[in-house]
């Protein structure tokens, strides 16, 4: 099948089987799923057929949950120990999906911030973020998100993310981050109620801990 597909021009595959790649991109074997992605790869590389694989609502989703999966599936080795982290470092995965955090894709920037935020609460994940800053990038995308058309969908994925961390290491957090800490008060005055939930669900959740209340009385903001 894929000396077949590989034999027919950019998009000609997508424009008669576009229900059958997307049923593919759900098939149990790992196979079968790469082969639609390389596919739709080539699509995209040859740039004419980009249009009609726009148009394709379903498989673009479809294309969405299978990178998401990958994703959780790295992160979770990761997770797992410090070994699992360097092969998911050296083999390049992690640093290419960290890299989709500056995706135009809101949808996949928060499920990576979701996925990230489980292996930036353990050491060896905090240190990794840390020393490549990954932090600094996240905590400067949280004061910037005026300047992004799409800041506000943002930016209840990221005060969840530092939330996550700063419950796991509070300390830390908030003495490099103390503006990402001011910004979290300032919504406290705002007019947006999903968002101010979201904000005093992070502060409390900061504060379990009698270092996250010591963290915040540190700073004064308690």
Known sequence: MKTIMSSWEPGAVLAQYKI???????????????????????????GKPVSRLNE?????????????VFIQIVTDVSVNSESG?????????LPSL???????????????????????????????????GVL????????????SPFGSLLLPGLIKFFGNVAHSWPQEILTEFPSV??????????????????????LGFIGTSPQG???????GKI
């Open 213 to 219: 209340k010591q963290a915040l009385h540190n700073l």
């Open 181 to 202: 800490v001011k910004a979290l008060f300032e919504v406290l005055d705002s007019s947006d109620f999903v968002l101010l939930g979201t904000v005093m669900e992070t």
């Open 20 to 46: 059958q790649l997307q049923r593919a991109l759900g098939h149990p074997t790992p196979q079968a799923r790469v082969m639609v992605l390389q596919e739709l790869n080539k699509v995209l590389s040859d």
């Open 56 to 68: 394709s609502e379903d498989l673009l989703l479809a294309v969405l949950d299978c990178v998401c």
């Open 98 to 132: 960290m890299s989709e955090l500056d995706s135009d894709d809101i949808l996949l920037q928060l499920n990576a911030l979701e996925l990230f935020s489980k292996l930036a609460v353990t050491p060896h994940g905090f240190q990794y973020f840390r020393q490549r």
């Open 85 to 93: 982290l360097r092969a998911s470092h050296t083999s390049g995965l």
């Open 136 to 147: 600094a990038t996240l905590a400067d995308k949280v004061l910037n998100t005026g300047e």
